[in-house]
């Protein structure tokens, strides 16, 4: 059994390949300019602070490559829970956390922003796992 690559009729799925830039571009932010990201938001940069911000953002970037790795593989139902399973963890803890903060701070949009985007994201993640497997086209 040959592994058919991206050039042999693959396609990338559209939400693994969202999800993976949209993370990935925010653990980078959180890695390399924490102390910028959390100013950015509003939040002290101590030190404890920054070393969250970084450790969050090295979480983050590991889940992109996840979602960026899978991106041609089979994912939905049964197929694909190693990588279904921690996108709707994250996205339900982020968005519950992100709404609890935007209530203390409502004038804050970007925190709105953010829970919208998770609340999306998680919602899609949340349909493709417990979606049926779509069966395969015959070759």
Do not use: C, H
Request: positive net charge; glycine residues 10%.
């Amino acid at each position: 059994m040959t592994e058919r690559g991206a050039g042999e009729g693959m396609r990338a799925d559209p939400l693994l390949v969202a999800s993976g830039l949209v993370y990935g571009a925010a653990g980078l932010g959180l890695i390399f300019l924490p102390v910028e990201t959390i100013s950015a938001i509003g939040a002290g940069a101590a030190p404890a602070g920054v070393w969250v911000a970084q450790i969050t953002g090295a979480a983050l970037f590991a889940l992109s490559q996840l979602n960026w790795m899978q991106r041609f593989a089979k994912v939905g139902g049964i197929f694909g829970r190693p990588v279904l399973v921690p996108n709707v963890v994250f996205t339900t803890v982020a968005f519950f956390a992100s709404v609890r903060s935007w209530r203390r701070e409502p004038e804050r949009l970007e925190i709105a922003v953010a829970a919208t985007v998770l609340a999306v994201l998680g919602m899609l993640f949340m349909m493709r796992l417990l979606a049926r497997p779509r069966a395969e086209p015959a070759a």
